[in-house]
Structures are given as structure tokens and as C-alpha cells.
């Protein structure tokens, strides 16, 4: 087998691919802490019953996920590319920085099934009070409405 050789523009390429692999991984793999950090935040508002802030975690939420799909669509490509530039580099990092990704976002699933889990039994309490609520006013007529006694004749004299 002959050695191949590479230039020194074909290792610096390799390089400046692989660091930027790496730097979207590293990235991607803060987006999802961050949004672990969002969903743990989220479940003690839910246990709280605190709307507002559910409201603006779910808000952050939905932002954090549309930035790692969108880091997602860029890692792909680059992925590929990595590949063929590498196809026998199983000792580097990138395998190391694949599975912890692959283990935080295990985590955001099984957070993000747990909220989910709580935000359905919280409803249901939700919707229980509402069905046992008696409206105060339900028995009531209207005064127009009533067929009791009311006077008929009005005394304009005096």
C-alpha cells in the first residue's frame, strides 16, 4: 500500500473543517443544556401553577429549538464532509462530543415527556375545578321576568 501524501493546504483544509465540526457540536451541545436548564425551570412552574412564566419559558423554548435545528442544518453537511476527509478517525474528540449530545438529548426528551406528563394531570385538576364552579347567579331571574306581585296601577295624584 502506498502512503498518501497530503499537501499543506489539503492538512490545513482538514483542519479548518474539523475545528469547525467540532466548535458546532460544542455549540449544539450548549443549545441543548440550555434548553434542558429551560424544561427543568419550566417543571417547577408548572408545579407552581406560575402561567406567566410557563408562558415565557415556552416562549424561550421554542427559541432555543428552532436555533439547534438550525445549527443542525449546518452540522449535517459538515458532518458528511468530515467523513470523507476522515474515514478512519474513531480516537478524535468528535466521537466523544457525538455521545454526549446524543446523551443530553436523551435527557431533553425524557424532561420534555415529564413536563408534558405533569402539564396534563395539572389540566385535568384545572378542568375539574371548572365542571364543580356553580354560577351564583344561575338560579336567578331577571326582576322583568318575574311573574310575582308587582304593582299595576301608580298613584300620579299626590
Known amino acids: 500500500m ?37 424544561l427543568e425551570k419550566q417543571e417547577t412552574d408548572i408545579d407552581s ?3 406567566d412564566a410557563m408562558v415565557s419559558h415556552t416562549e424561550l423554548e421554542q427559541s432555543i429549538v428552532s436555533e439547534i435545528f438550525t445549527i443542525q442544518k449546518v452540522i449535517d453537511p459538515m458532518e458528511s ?10 480516537e478524535s ?5 457525538k455521545t454526549d449530545l446524543d446523551r443530553l438529548k ?3 426528551l425524557a424532561q420534555n415527556e415529564k413536563n408534558r406528563d405533569l402539564l396534563k394531570s395539572r ?10 364552579l356553580k354560577n351564583p347567579y344561575a338560579k336567578r331571574s331577571s326582576v322583568y321576568a318575574q311573574t310575582g ?10
Do not use: C, N
Not at 474528540?93 to 462530543?97: A, D, G, K
Not at 306581585?149 to 299626590?158: H, K, P, V
Open 2 to 38: 502506498a502512503a498518501q501524501t497530503l499537501t499543506d493546504g489539503e492538512v490545513a483544509e482538514r483542519v479548518a473543517l474539523l475545528r469547525r465540526f467540532k466548535s458546532l457540536l460544542e455549540e449544539q451541545r450548549e443549545k441543548f443544556r440550555q434548553y434542558l436548564t429551560v
Open 93 to 97: 474528540e468528535i466521537p466523544r462530543l
Open 106 to 108: 436523551a435527557d431533553v
Open 81 to 90: 464532509l468530515w467523513r470523507d476527509a476522515h474515514p478512519a478517525a474513531s
Open 149 to 158: 306581585q308587582t304593582g299595576t296601577r301608580i298613584d300620579i295624584e299626590s
Open 49 to 51: 401553577g406560575d402561567i
Open 123 to 132: 389540566m385535568s385538576v384545572i378542568r375539574e375545578r371548572v365542571v364543580s
